[in-house]
């Protein structure tokens, strides 16, 4: 499966959960559940700015497909990035930036973020983004 269809199916089984508190749930469960990183990328390197918990994001590419993993020390924040490294980890640089990450708006998590917690869902989409065009280019 791509991008565009793991990011269909979270937005398809999100929807179906009318009540805000069980999508929160949804988060916080998968945050609980998402592996951990090595503590050797808990570093500034990974950190993603502007988020009150600490958030770090791990991309790698090898063999034309960007590998993501991620770590936060809040869970819900933990269980936001493990959404975006599910969708998008596997995923082409072209695949990835064909995607806009607003599919989390269309599944109704982002309106109950924190603006603090938006700006740091803001902040790793564009970190995803902008390693993405970087291997594309470096693909050319």
């Given amino acids: 499966m791509n991008p565009q269809a793991r990011s269909l199916a979270i937005v398809e089984m999100l929807s179906c959960m009318e009540d805000k508190d069980e ?4 988060v916080i469960d998968k ?9 050797a990328y ?9 988020c009150v918990s600490n958030l ?3 991309p790698s590419f090898k063999n034309g497909h960007i590998t993501l993993m991620a770590d936060a020390d809040a ?8 959404l ?10 072209e695949e990835i930036l064909a995607l806009d990450p ?12 924190t603006p603090n917690r938006r700006n740091g869902l803001t902040n790793v989409c564009n970190r995803i983004m902008d390693f993405a065009k970087n291997c594309a280019n470096a693909s050319e």
Avoid: C, M
């Fill in 23 to 26: 999508k929160l749930q949804f």
């Fill in 31 to 39: 945050g609980k559940t998402a592996p951990s990183l090595d503590k």
């Fill in 42 to 50: 808990q570093t500034n390197t990974f950190r993603i700015e502007g």
């Fill in 56 to 58: 770090w994001l791990v």
């Fill in 75 to 82: 869970v819900i924040t933990k269980g936001i990035a493990s």
């Fill in 84 to 93: 975006l490294v599910e969708v998008y980890s596997g995923g082409t640089p």
């Fill in 102 to 113: 607003s599919f989390l708006a269309r599944a109704g998590i982002t309106q109950h973020l």
